[in-house]
């Protein structure tokens, strides 16, 4: 399957807020309706957050995911893959709640500790609809984002024996190491499904160069064990999805990443990101993977298997 590629798109996320832009899935229902038009439009893979209905605040806990979960499932052949990043003002135990629980396909699970900065955003929203939001982007000037041994390996111990495998996000070189380490160690199995994510202030950055660094140390440690996909966070979503797309990845598109359709335009639906991909993808004489042909590349344990 050389020629396919899978579409993770990312509905919601924890990082935009609803100040910015008023087509950022808050409630149930529209995270709902927003992850089926998504798969209908050809995402393979959903990855979810949850928030507050009321004030869109990243919500962690598993009833927030109960609104949504089971609707998505009934209404797509999409995997599903749950977040165990949640927002980096969690706790590792309040985060991996949602995927113990629902025993997922596909968990993501975030490959070390670094700084996270959003705070820049500041300089464009000045007024907001909700209090939190502005302090959300304020406390990222002094804000670690822990993901360290300790707490990954608590989740691999609470996730990985319900056949729960993980989209593992590498924001630097460094987490490819990781990932490596824990791969060493026989903690985490084959094919490692690679997200490699650019442009978070603390991360690697979006040169083309970072692009090929990183496929590049991830050939080298792991050979033809891993599956690559590549996302571009803000205005550098498509950009470095393109330039990934020519080098053999995958990609993840959605409002969590980028709220963006084009410079300057924002972004109706998640499902209009996942139609630009498409179009991508095809222009480049490629195929969108089909939920059944991600679930085979990726050595899933199927949508039978979860617990919702």
Known sequence: MSDKVIISCAVTGAIHTPTMTPFLPITPDEIAHSAIAAAEAGAAIIHLHARDPETGKPDQSPEAFAGFLPRIKQATNAVVNITTGGSPYMTVEERAKPAAHYQPEVASLNMGSMNFGFFPLLRKY?????????????????????????????????????????????????????????????????????????????????????????????????????????????????????????????????????????????????????EKARTIIEGLGLQVATPDEARDILSLKGGDQVNF
């Open 126 to 274: 000045k007024e907001f609809n909700f209090a939190w939001e502005r302090e959300h982007l304020e406390g990222s000037r002094d804000l670690v984002f822990r993901n360290s041994y300790k707490d990954i390996e608590y989740v691999l111990e609470t996730c990985y024996g319900n056949g729960t495998r993980f989209e593992f996000e590498c924001y630097d070189i460094s987490h490819l190491y990781n990932l490596a380490h824990f791969a060493e160690r026989g903690l985490v199995k084959p094919p490692f499904f690679v997200q490699s994510v650019f442009g978070l202030l603390g991360g690697i950055g979006t040169h083309p160069e970072d692009v090929m660094h990183m496929k590049r140390t991830a050939d080298r440690l792991f050979g033809d064990d891993f599956r690559w996909s590549v996302l571009g966070a803000g205005a550098n979503q498509f950009r470095i999805a393109t330039q990934a797309l020519a080098m053999g990845a995958n990609i993840r598109v959605g409002l969590e990443d980028s709220i963006w359709i084009a410079r300057g335009k924002l972004a109706e639906s998640n499902a209009q990101q996942v």
